[in-house]
């Protein structure tokens, strides 16, 4: 059912600095020539930055003007921007998301990486995205690449299918206040954030937002109890010069549906919190450590129910040889589980470990996986 929709910029920059695009950066890409546009930097396919024209895949990015410019108002609609996705709607906030045709109807397909500023987001019980709990504020967005294809070598099994790597902008180009609202007769939302300085080389901002969509309706005009509420707040804090880079940044997030007649609402809530350092040589050579704790409760019992704790870590290291970079890397991942039984998922998981030790060398890396679970009657 198409609606209308009205977003209204509430709030213009309380702080001195642009709210929006920084100077330098060109607003409007349909401003570049050819050669500018293969010249957009890229860092998913090789983990590393890199021409779009030199990107050894096939892969197509989502700008941030793109998202302003077709107006959607949630992640999942503006993958619809990406031509080689698959994006389907299965309920009022539920989404079914794939490429290559390996979707399927419970949006739970397992063949396709999400990340979202180099955090994973899908579920390490069903390997698959609940797409209802990804809300980001698309003020903030950079750009969203898209890779189609076989990325597992670098990325993972998940990866089979392709890579969606959703990054942010940086708490510099966020400075001063923003808020904005949207109204319609299906769906409302509001989002506040602010930006300021910390000290000589750092920068901050903090965002809120709350989001609700009504109940869909079938073709016969009977209401489903489908209906989502979703409140999210997080911050985000950059210190560092060109060699050395620190950031900080976190989420937490709780959402609730329609109650159902059966079995109740679906109730959400989830934390996360992001630490990252890059360090650039005189050498040429430079190092990535990032570590992140994620914490996500999902409930529902007529489907699914989930209390996930997911500790990640990993270090690259890059080394210049000649004309070409040496890339190698390890990474430990520990995931624990707790799935009561519900009617469609009677095993209960008691405990899910798994240690994902990563390593490549320049276009052939390698990966070595092993997992443990223990399951429970």
Do not use: C
Request: without cysteine.
């Amino acid at each position: 059912m198409r609606t209308k929709r009205h977003v209204v910029p509430l709030l213009a920059a309380l702080a001195s600095g642009p709210a929006g695009v920084p100077e330098g950066r060109a607003a409007d890409l349909t401003d570049l020539s050819l050669e500018q546009l293969a010249n957009v930097e890229v860092t998913s396919v090789s983990r590393r930055a890199e021409r779009l024209l030199d990107a050894p895949a096939s892969i197509y990015v989502i700008t941030a003007e793109d998202i302003r410019r077709s107006g959607v108002r949630t992640l999942p609609e503006a993958l619809r921007l990406a031509p080689n996705l698959q994006v389907a709607r299965t309920s009022a906030a539920t989404y079914a998301i794939s490429a290559r045709g390996f979707n399927n109807s419970n949006g739970l397909a397992n063949k396709l990486l999400v990340l979202i500023d180099g955090r994973t987001v899908y579920s390490p019980v069903m390997s698959g995205v609940f797409w209802d709990m990804q809300y980001v504020m698309l003020e903030d967005v950079e750009r969203i690449e898209v890779i189609s294809g076989p990325g597992a070598t670098l990325w993972g099994a998940n990866a089979m299918n392709g890579v969606i790597n959703v990054i942010t902008r940086q708490a510099r180009d966020t400075q001063g206040g923003l808020a904005v609202g949207g109204l319609g007769n299906v769906d409302q939302e509001a989002s506040l954030r602010f930006g300021g300085r910390l000290g000589e080389t750092g920068n901050y901002r903090v965002y809120g937002k709350i989001y609700e969509v009504q109940n869909t309706r079938t073709a016969a005009g009977a209401s489903l109890p489908d209906g989502w509420q979703m409140s999210q707040a997080g911050f985000r804090a950059d210190w560092g010069t060109a060699q050395s880079q620190l950031t900080l940044q976190g989420d937490t997030y709780s959402g609730k549906s329609e109650n159902r007649p059966l079995f109740g609402p679906v109730e959400i809530s989830g934390t996360s919190i992001v630490g990252r350092w890059t360090q650039n040589f005189a050498s040429g050579s430079d190092l990535r450590i990032q570590a992140y704790y994620d914490r996500t409760d999902r409930e529902d019992r007529g489907s699914f129910q989930s209390s996930v704790n997911v500790f990640d870590f990993e270090f690259q290291h890059g080394i210049p040889l000649g004309n070409h970079k040496i890339l190698w890397g390890a990474g430990y991942r520990h995931a624990r589980d707790e799935v009561p039984p519900t009617l469609s998922a009677p095993l209960v998981p008691s405990l899910v470990f798994s240690f994902v030790p990563l390593a490549g060398l320049g276009l052939l890396p390698w990966a070595i996986e092993t997992k443990g679970r223990t399951l429970v009657d």
